[in-house]
């Protein structure tokens, strides 16, 4: 079948949308007609390279759509649920999903970054047959997608599809950040450096759990009025925003520090901000091969870690779920994430609407 996408053939781009070629769903994988997807910062290292991966490639991976089709095998899903895509399928069995950690199974990561299904082939052509890759194996920058049967996470039909999009990538990661990877405690102090998709729903996160305060650092004046909109008690530009942050908190810093961005500068900042025996968690990813040189003496001295955090260290079955629930339960509030809508032929603006630091989360609507 045909399918419109949004594609990026080389390296600096432009974004293009264009007409491809879909192959049906084989065995272990699904067809989703999208509805929605978000417009997250991750697809853009694929225009810049900061992210090597095969081209021509369709990008998206945040993701929400209704099932249309299943291949041989799958009983996880059916023709007609509405679903939101994970992008880190696992495989349930190895050492690291049954220690806990599906978010950080290995046994796919192969056939992902080459941009094909599990099997090691891609569904997706160009009309004269040449082969076009699956950005994290969901490629939902597309009217249609076929995806591993494993990346679809059934919603309740109420979730409206942009908040079902959001919850596959920008809250997974942030609110998952929160309660999985740092596990805020009630009445703890939160700083969180970056407020885009991902900072705002660890803010959301932050509240959810009643941190206190929950103090946010972001360039753009409309993203911080959005943050204190959310839930944030103050929110800074970056410049003195360490001082900031120590002075709202008795001169100690933060019991938990977020890094949103993935950027070196401000992951010190953030790390600055965390208290002595506080935690800095780095969430941001930044481009490959990216260091960060830090004062070692500081880290032993005020007893200060540094924690990853992927995807929210999350059990995607489990948490995409539990957190489109909490949002009908009125306990997240996801639709206010959602800032800017806009049509597929309208991405490359939706782009540098995102870079330009505008709104908090733009979603592309089918
Ligand atoms: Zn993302
Ligand atoms: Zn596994």
Known sequence: MRTRAAVVHEVGGPIVVEELELSPP?????????????????????????????????????????VEAVGEGV????????????????????????????????????????????????????????PVYHYCGLACFSERAVVPASCCVKVPDDVPSEVAAIVGCAVTTGVGAVLNTAGVGAGESVAV?????????????????????????????????????????????????????LELTDGLGVDWSFECVGHADVQRAALGAARPGGRCVLVGLAPMGTSLELDTAQLVREEKAVLGSYYGSCDPARDLLRYAELFREGKLALDGLVTRRWQLDQIAEAYASLLAGEGARGVVVF
Request: proline residues 7%; hydrophobic residues 40%; glycine residues 16%.
């Open 193 to 245: 450096f970056g407020a885009g998709g991902v900072g705002l729903s660890t803010v959301l996160g932050a509240r959810l759990v009643g941190a206190s305060p929950i103090l946010v650092v972001d360039p753009a004046p409309d993203r911080r009025r959005k943050a204190l909109e959310l839930g944030a008690s103050a929110a800074f530009p970056p410049e003195g925003a360490v001082d900031g942050v």
């Open 26 to 66: 084989r065995a272990g994988e699904a067809l989703v007609r999208i509805l929605a997807a978000g417009v997250c910062h991750s697809d853009w290292h694929l225009v810049t390279g900061a992210t090597k991966h095969p081209l021509p490639a369709v990008l998206g991976h945040e993701g929400a759509g209704v």
């Open 75 to 130: 009983t996880s899903v059916q023709e007609g649920d509405r679903v939101a895509l994970n992008w880190a399928p696992y495989c349930g069995d190895c050492g690291l999903c049954r220690k806990g950690s599906p978010a950080l199974c290995r046994t796919f990561v192969g056939p992902l970054w080459d941009g094909v299904m599990l099997d090691g082939t891609p569904r997706l052509h160009t009309l004269s047959g040449d």
